[in-house]
């Protein structure tokens, strides 16, 4: 069965420090990967995905991820967060066979402080 | 707005009480989500359906719980005899193919009293 864990439920971090959040996933055939934010009070919004090609995938806002495949990992980063970045972030993936429904890790809840 | 809309945002019931929700997705979008969202949690998929057919479904999933999209475009969840661990943010996404993104609505949450 697909699965896929998020490895830091929540992070505090002052403003202009840099930001990793980690993303592992469990499914052996081709996937398509995403990272989602949910600011508080709003819906869930796509960051940025990654289908094929390059591994380095940039979205919004400043934030990029790297799809390593022989680690089965999407890494979210962005070299300075803001205040304004504080959100919950979802890793999800969905496969490109059998069932296409997207399956979400736990979420990283992360705080900036101003 | 031409987001995926769900109705109601809000709902509270009591115990054993009937409840149902409205999805409308993005238009001309065919695939159709439902996740249920409890704190702390990612969303968790519920089922989901392409045009008006029903592929999947969560083995998770109580029969207590029914979703129909007649003709393909909005879609309706049903939660029978409610129980309190139901409470939680039921959310709808849409896409329009497989190799693309799911657009969510803002969510309804309910909570059984």
């Known amino acids: 069965a697909q699965s896929v864990s998020q490895h830091n439920h929540h992070v505090i971090l002052s403003e202009a420090a840099s930001l990793e959040l980690g993303c592992n996933y469990s499914y052996g055939g081709t996937v398509n990967l995403f990272w989602y934010v949910q600011y508080p009070g709003q819906h869930l919004q796509l960051l940025l995905k990654y289908f094929s090609g390059d591994p380095l995938v940039k979205g919004i806002k400043g934030f990029e991820a790297e799809f390593i495949k022989s680690k089965f990992s999407f890494n979210l980063r962005k070299p300075s967060v803001q205040w304004s970045d504080t959100a919950e972030y979802f890793c999800?993936?969905?496969?490109?066979?059998?069932?296409?429904?997207?399956?979400f890790g736990t979420g990283t809840r992360l705080k900036v402080l101003a | 707005d031409t987001g995926v809309s769900q109705n109601p945002r809000h709902k509270i019931t009591k115990r054993g009480q009937n409840v149902t929700f409205r999805c409308d997705p993005i238009s001309e979008h065919n695939r159709l989500y439902w996740y249920r969202q409890t704190l702390g949690q990612g969303p968790e998929f519920l089922t989901y359906?392409?045009?008006?057919?029903?592929?999947?479904k969560s083995r998770l999933l109580s029969d207590r719980f029914s979703a129909e999209r007649p003709k393909g475009s909005f879609s309706t969840l049903e939660i029978q005899r409610t129980e309190q661990g139901d409470s939680a943010m039921y959310l709808c996404?849409?896409?329009?193919?497989?190799?693309?993104?799911?657009?969510f609505g803002q969510g309804t949450r309910l909570t059984v009293v």
């Open positions: 996404a849409s896409s329009p193919e497989l190799t693309t993104e799911a657009f």
């Open positions: 359906f392409q045009n008006e057919a029903q592929l999947e």
């Open positions: 999800a993936v969905n496969a490109l066979s059998g069932t296409y429904k997207y399956i």
